[in-house]
C-alpha cells in the first residue's frame, strides 16, 4: 500500500471524526499523520510495527492504526465512523472546500444529509442561511455539484434545456450559411421531454449531406467527429455528449421520427408504414392510419391504441394554467416577501391567483411557522387581498407529514386554512409498507387537500421513498385529494409513468413550482412538460381553474369536514 493511499485514509479518519466532534486533540494527532506519513521519503509499507512506532510525529497508537491498515487494508474506527454517518455526508467531504466544520453545519443546522438535497438547498437559496455560508459559497458549492453530476453524464432536463437551445441556434446559424435551405430539428429523449438527458440528438437535413460531412470539421463551437457514415459526436463543455445525424432532405421526416420516438413506438409504427419515404412526420401517422402523435407520447405504451381510436389527450399547456399553488415567501425559508411573490405572479406571470404554503412547524430547519405566527402570516395575506385584488393569495401550507401519518396541526389549525399540501421531509427510509400507510393517513385527513411530491425523490441523488402507487392514488381518488406534480426540475414528482394511472381514477393533478423565490415560479414550464409526457389535459389539472372556479373548488371541499 502506497503511503499517498494511507495518508488519504488517516485524512478520511479526521474528518470523521470531525464531523462526529470526537475529541479536538486526537482529531489533530490524525490529521498531522496523514501530513507525516504522506511526505516520508520511504514506504512506510516497508517497515514493522515497532519502526513504525519511532516514526517522529506518530507515536504507538498512530502506528497501531497504520499497522492494521497495512494488516487488513481496512481501518475499524473507519468502519464505526462510517456506519455513524449518513452515507451522502461522507460523499460531500469530496466536494472541495466543503470541509468538516462547514459539512457539519449543513448536517446538524439544516438536516441535509446528501448531495441532491444539498443541491436542492442550493437552487433554493437556503444555503446562505446557515452559519458561515454566504451567497459566493452557496454558488460554489452548486458548481461543484454540478461538476460532479457531469461526472456521471446525467443531467437534468433544466441543465440540458439551455444548452440544447443554444446549440439549435448555433447549428442552424452555420448551416444558413452552408446551405440556406437546410433542414434542422432536436430529437432523442430532449425533444420527449424525459426528465433525466444523456445526450442531445440533433437531425440535419441537406440537399448535399456529403458536403455537409465535410464541413462540420469546421464547426467552431464544438468538435465534431465522425462516429459512423453521417453520423457526428461531440462533448459539450459540460460533458453533456452532443449527436449530430446529417441526412438528405428526403430521409429528414424518417430519421428525426426514428431518432426521437422509444423504441417499441418506431417499431410499431414502421411496422404499419414500411420506410418510407416521409415528407414530414405527420405523414408517417397519417400513412399508418394514426392521429398525429406528438414527441412527448412516443414511449410505446397505450398511445397507439389511444390514436387508432382517436382519443388522445388535449394535452395541457403552460396557457391554461391561472395560478400558481405550493410556494413559499420569508414567513418560512422563501427569499422573497408575500407581497413580492404576489406581485410577481400578478404582473410578471398574469395569473389570477397564488397559494402561499410556507413550511409548518415541525419543518424548524426551514422557520416553520407556530400557531402564533400563521395567524400573523392570515393577517398579512387579508391586507394584501385589500390591497392586490381582484388577484388573490389563497392561506395555505405546507404541513409535515409525521411519521404516524398525522399533519402537525391542531383540526383548529388546520381549519383555518383555505387548502393544505401534506409532504413528507423526515424519516424517508421507511419500507414500502410503512411508507405507503403513512401517505395513507395523511390522505385520509379530511384537511389534506394536496398531497405534496409523493416520493421525495431528488433525480440524480436520492431515489424516495418506496411506495406502492396504486395504493397512494386509490386512497387520493377516495378522498378527493389532488396529487401535485411537483414541478422543481430535481424532483418531477408524481412520476409522469403514474400520472395516466391518476387520470383514469378522476384523480385531479396541480403542476406546483415549489417556488423559494421569484424566479422560480417559471419552473412549472417543467410541470407541464412531464404533465403533458403523462397525458395531462387542462381540465384534470387543479390550477387550471380560474380563480372563481378554484375558490368554489376550495370552498366547497371544506364544506364538505
Known amino acids: 500500500m502506497e503511503n499517498k493511499t494511507i495518508s488519504r485514509t488517516f485524512r478520511l479518519l479526521s474528518q470523521l471524526m470531525e464531523l462526529q466532534q470526537e475529541n479536538s486533540f486526537k482529531i489533530k494527532t490524525i490529521a498531522n499523520a496523514a501530513i507525516k506519513i504522506d511526505k516520508l521519503p520511504y514506504p512506510i509499507s516497508s517497515k514493522s510495527l515497532e519502526e513504525i512506532s519511532q516514526i517522529e510525529g506518530l507515536g504507538k497508537s498512530t502506528a497501531a492504526k497504520v499497522w492494521e491498515l497495512l494488516q487488513t487494508g481496512m ?17 460531500m467531504l469530496s466536494l472541495k472546500g466543503l470541509g468538516p466544520k462547514k459539512i457539519l453545519t449543513i448536517w446538524k443546522e439544516l438536516g441535509i444529509e446528501n448531495l441532491g438535497e444539498l443541491y436542492y438547498a442550493c437552487n433554493e437559496n437556503r444555503l446562505i442561511e ?77 440537399d448535399d449531406p456529403g458536403l455537409a460531412w465535410k464541413q462540420i470539421s469546421g464547426y467552431s ?89 382517436g382519443s388522445l389527450p388535449a394535452l395541457i399547456t403552460y396557457s391554461d394554467l391561472k395560478g400558481s399553488l405550493h410556494n413559499h415567501s420569508t414567513w418560512s425559508d422563501g427569499v422573497h416577501t408575500l407581497e413580492e411573490m404576489a406581485l410577481y405572479c400578478r404582473d410578471e406571470l398574469s395569473l ?146 403514474w400520472h395516466r394511472y391518476a387520470l383514469e381514477k378522476g384523480v385531479l393533478l396541480s403542476i406546483n413550482p415549489d417556488a423559494h423565490r421569484m424566479e422560480k415560479f417559471r419552473d412549472m414550464h417543467y410541470g407541464v412538460y412531464v404533465g403533458r409526457k403523462g397525458g395531462l389535459e387542462a381540465k384534470s389539472c387543479l390550477n387550471a381553474l380560474s380563480l372563481e372556479e378554484i375558490t368554489r373548488y376550495f370552498d366547497k371541499r371544506k364544506a364538505m369536514i
Open 75 to 91: 481501518l475499524s474506527d473507519i468502519e464505526r465512523l462510517s456506519a455513524e454517518i449518513p452515507e451522502g455526508i461522507i460523499e
Open 130 to 206: 446557515a452559519k458561515g455560508f454566504g451567497l459566493k459559497t452557496q454558488d460554489e458549492v452548486k458548481r461543484l455539484i454540478e461538476f460532479n453530476m457531469a461526472g456521471m453524464g446525467k443531467f437534468l432536463y433544466a441543465q440540458a434545456e439551455p444548452l440544447a437551445t443554444e446549440i439549435k441556434e448555433e447549428l442552424a446559424l452555420w448551416l444558413s450559411n452552408l446551405e440556406p435551405a437546410a433542414l434542422i430539428d432536436i430529437a432523442g429523449d430532449y425533444r420527449r421531454y424525459c426528465e433525466i438527458i444523456e445526450d442531445l440528438v440533433f437531425v440535419v437535413g441537406s
Open 221 to 309: 463551437p464544438l468538435v465534431f467527429t465522425a462516429e459512423s457514415e453521417g453520423v457526428f459526436v461531440a462533448n459539450s463543455p459540460f460533458g453533456l455528449k452532443i449527436k449530430l445525424h446529417i441526412v438528405t432532405k428526403a430521409a429528414f421526416a424518417l430519421e428525426l421520427f426514428t431518432l426521437t420516438g422509444a423504441a417499441n413506438h418506431v417499431t410499431q409504427v414502421l411496422a404499419l408504414v414500411g420506410e418510407g419515404p416521409f415528407s414530414t412526420e405527420e405523414e408517417i401517422y397519417e400513412k399508418a392510419s394514426l392521429s398525429y402523435i406528438l414527441p412527448e407520447l412516443r414511449e410505446g405504451l397505450d398511445e397507439l391504441t389511444r390514436a387508432q381510436q
Open 352 to 497: 389570477e391567483y397564488l397559494g402561499i404554503c410556507d413550511h409548518s412547524k415541525s419543518a424548524f430547519y426551514a422557520k416553520g411557522l407556530y400557531e402564533s405566527r400563521v395567524e400573523a402570516q392570515h393577517r398579512e395575506i387579508e391586507a394584501l387581498n385589500e390591497k392586490l385584488g381582484p388577484f388573490k393569495i389563497f392561506k395555505g401550507i405546507e404541513s409535515d407529514i409525521l411519521n404516524d401519518g398525522s399533519l402537525d396541526y391542531s383540526d383548529e389549525v388546520l381549519r383555518s386554512f383555505d387548502f393544505v399540501v401534506a409532504s413528507v421531509h423526515s424519516n424517508l427510509r421507511m419500507d414500502e409498507q410503512k411508507a405507503t400507510a403513512r401517505l395513507i393517513k395523511a390522505i385520509e385527513n379530511p384537511y389534506t387537500t394536496i398531497l405534496g411530491h409523493p416520493t421525495g425523490r431528488l433525480l440524480l441523488s436520492r431515489k424516495g421513498y418506496d411506495i406502492d402507487y396504486a395504493k397512494v392514488i386509490d386512497a387520493c381518488a377516495a378522498n378527493k385529494v389532488v396529487i401535485e406534480i411537483n414541478a422543481n426540475p430535481l424532483r418531477l414528482d408524481l412520476d409522469w409513468r
